[in-house]
């Protein structure tokens, strides 16, 4: 299911990245009492009673000659433009400013549901510092203390109101879901025709989700396909097209989608700071991962070449270490057949059940070979594991003291895993949990 998507929009210093934090249940916005210093968007999850969604914390608008006041807008236009729904934050204790107003004037050109929201109003005393803020025209103003936490249970409650429901394609269990996700210009769409081409058995273009994505669902060798296509539903216009931030928040809603995550790189440009976030996105998601090197054609070559470029693909993307990497040329097709069978692979394995008798035998050998690790003289004592789902493949350790599984040991155990049972383009979650 595809997450509805908020967007905290307002001038600089109004609270943005405090409301952000406390929704999302983490510090991962800078807070600083500094106008404009939250400069990038920043993405996330959150949940309440019962709905998923992803959030969006924006750098504040502004009127004013510094010099990224203007990317700020931008930043804040393009999230507007991406949310389902809108959360316009001012500052109670400084009333409505002109920066406020200009802010107004933004939202008035979206359709988008807005709700006003007036920070900082911490203590019920405080509340008449709202009535000035209806002269926005935004209905009626939500008191709320981002320090305090307070009135936050009734901004998501009004968000939740709005909410799409459904309008996502519904598709057979054994179709296989996958997109293209990357920085702007490194091929994706080119990818896509060439796959669709190479195959010539488009079956039709109908929209994916609400929000008007493409999917092109085809068959090939008895296994049908749907290519969730972000490169084609891209906004045209000089914001979305002359930085890489953009494709983020397409990416997301394009990964929720996906069973399989194609990070395409472009061989002539290397790998970017940007191509890590992006590919993060599906690591995090749990989604099955393949790296795919476009304009592999561009790139002179010896017989070292590839293994070189592979190393720094390891390198840049150690978090990435069970995706495979494929290189191809999707403007001159070679190497274009070696894809989907990777993409078939990786799918299976994203999908895979171990039996929990086989699962235990590895267990038990992996502790023989290296003894469970003590902390302040209690060891960790590993009583039995189950796989517990798919997509990706999770499992469950049972143990006496679930803080004694270090993250150094928790590797080891998914390494001695992979190496039983494979799970290439897969990620794996381990939970430990303390038997009762």
């Not at 004037?105 to 709700?115: C, R, S």
């Not at 979305?240 to 996906?258: G, H, P």
């Not at 970017?272 to 090197?293: L, N």
Request: charged share 30%.
């Amino acid at each position: 299911m595809v997450k509805p998507v908020i967007a905290i929009v307002g001038r600089p210093n109004v609270g943005k990245s405090t409301i952000f934090n406390r929704i999302v249940g983490e510090r991962i916005s800078i807070v600083e009492d500094i106008p404009g210093v939250t400069r990038d968007r920043i993405y996330s999850s959150g949940e309440w009673l019962n709905h998923d969604f992803n959030i969006i914390d924006t750098g504040g608008i502004d009127i004013g000659d510094e010099p990224f006041l203007e990317q700020i807008r931008q930043q804040a236009e393009v999230a507007i433009d991406e949310a389902d729904v809108i959360i316009f934050l001012t500052n109670g204790r400084e009333g409505v400013t002109a920066a406020d107003e200009e802010v107004a004037k933004i939202l008035y050109k979206t359709k988008k549901p807005i709700i006003l929201a007036v920070n900082k109003i911490d203590n019920p005393e405080m509340r008449d510092m709202i009535y000035d803020f209806y002269a926005l025209g935004f209905g009626e103003p939500i008191p709320i203390s981002g320090s305090h936490g307070l009135g936050l249970g009734d901004l998501l409650d009004a968000a939740a109101k709005h909410f799409p429901k459904g309008g996502e394609a519904e598709y057979d269990e054994d179709v296989i879901k996958f997109s293209l996700i990357g920085r702007p210009n490194v091929g994706k769409s080119s990818l896509v025709n060439a796959i669709l081409r190479e195959d010539r058995v488009i079956v039709s273009n109908i929209a994916g989700t609400t929000r008007d994505a493409i999917d092109s669902p085809y068959t090939y060798e008895g296994q049908e396909y749907v290519i969730i296509d972000t490169a084609g539903i891209r906004k045209k216009g000089k914001v979305y097209e002359s930085t890489e931030k953009y494709s983020v928040l397409r990416a997301l809603r394009a990964i929720e989608r996906s069973d399989v995550v194609l990070v395409v790189i472009n061989a002539e440009e290397g790998i970017i700071e940007q191509d890590k976030k992006i590919a993060g996105y599906a690591h995090e998601a749990g989604r099955a991962v393949v790296i795919v090197v476009n304009k592999w054609d561009a790139i002179e070559k010896d017989e070292k070449t590839m293994k070189e470029f592979e190393q720094k693909i390891r390198d840049h993307f150690l978090f990435l270490d069970y995706a495979p990497i494929v290189f191809l040329s999707a403007k001159t097709k070679k190497r274009i057949h070696t894809l989907l069978p990777v993409i078939n692979l990786a799918s299976e394995n994203h999908s895979m059940r171990v039996e929990t008798s086989v699962l235990n035998d590895i267990i038990m050998d992996a502790v023989a070979m290296n003894p469970t690790p003590t902390d302040k003289g209690k060891r960790l004592k590993i009583y039995y594991a189950t796989q517990v789902a798919v997509k990706p493949p999770t499992f469950v350790i049972f143990v006496n003291e679930p803080e004694l599984l270090h993250f150094s040991y928790e590797r080891f155990l998914e390494n001695r895993i992979r190496d039983a049972f494979g799970f290439e383009g897969t990620p794996i979650k381990i939970y430990a949990r303390e038997r009762k």
